[in-house]
């Protein structure tokens, strides 16, 4: 347990990871060819590099950039919603200033970092303990996209099939605890900028934290809203 404390300690970077990609925007000569895009995208992951849960490297596939148009001052680099942080992937650049293209950069990124995997046998349907989880160091290129690297992201969490000890731990193997059951009467919290109003209203089903639910208000109404971790709904903002 010291063990995983110490990687929490070490790990607390948020969220999701690569969720917080901001775009790069990098000045190119204004004739901006394969090595100033290739500069450009180099610039762009070496800067994300420090969002990695560990030490990164990098390669630059091929750029087609025979037929762009001249006249660009400016590139701009990102990554496109779905794309992996890690392993055979791409970004895209394009020109932001003084000319009009777009073009898809290959990259094959490895990362050097500690992944979780089960401690001991898991039965389907058991919620996730430091007891459960373990770490290991490995290449994230070489597992799948969905593997996990910060204890946060299993912690109470449910599998959701039986899971053997030492098997690498994935999001799509776990899913999150039911806070409010079909039937179940809960606080319906409807919000705007200005007020608050609390209600009760009956679940028309099962819903995790940040899932939709929809309830049956007293009067009969039927809402929907988003189901909180303290077993509250919320509607509106």
């Known amino acids: 347990m010291n063990d995983l404390m110490h990687h ?4 607390a970077f948020p969220g999701p990871l ?11 000569p ?3 060819g394969e090595e100033a895009i290739r500069q450009a995208v180099t610039s762009y992951l070496e800067q994300q590099a420090a969002t990695l849960p560990g030490p990164a490297r990098h390669e630059i596939g091929t750029i ?19 794309a992996r942080p890690w392993g055979r992937t ?13 073009l898809f950069v290959p990259v094959d990124i490895h990362v050097s970092a500690d992944y979780l995997v089960s401690a001991r046998p898991l039965r389907a349907g058991q919620t996730l303990t430091e007891a ?3 770490t290991r160091r490995g290449d994230l290129a070489e597992l799948p996209s969905t593997i996990l690297t910060d204890p946060r992201q299993a912690l109470g969490q449910i599998t959701s099939t039986a899971l053997p000890a030492e098997r690498p731990l994935r999001s799509d193997l776990l899913r999150k605890p039911v806070v409010i059951r079909q039937g179940q009467n809960a606080r319906v919290i ?3 900028s200005s007020f608050q109003v609390s209600s009760e209203g009956k679940a028309m089903g099962n819903a995790a934290a940040g899932q939709v639910v929809q309830m049956r208000m007293a009067s009969g109404q039927i ?3 988003v189901a909180q971790a303290d077993g509250s709904v919320r509607v509106g903002q």
């Open 8 to 11: 929490l300690r070490r790990h």
């Open 18 to 28: 690569f969720a917080a990609l901001a775009v790069i925007a990098l000045v190119a």
């Open 30 to 32: 204004a004739a901006a």
């Open 64 to 82: 087609s950039a025979g037929s762009i148009a001249a006249g660009c001052r400016r590139i701009t680099v990102t990554t496109p919603g779905g």
């Open 90 to 102: 791409h970004v895209q650049a394009k020109c932001s200033d003084g000319a009009n293209w777009s």
């Open 132 to 134: 459960d989880i373990a």
């Open 190 to 192: 409807s919000a705007g």
């Open 223 to 225: 809402v929907s809203g």
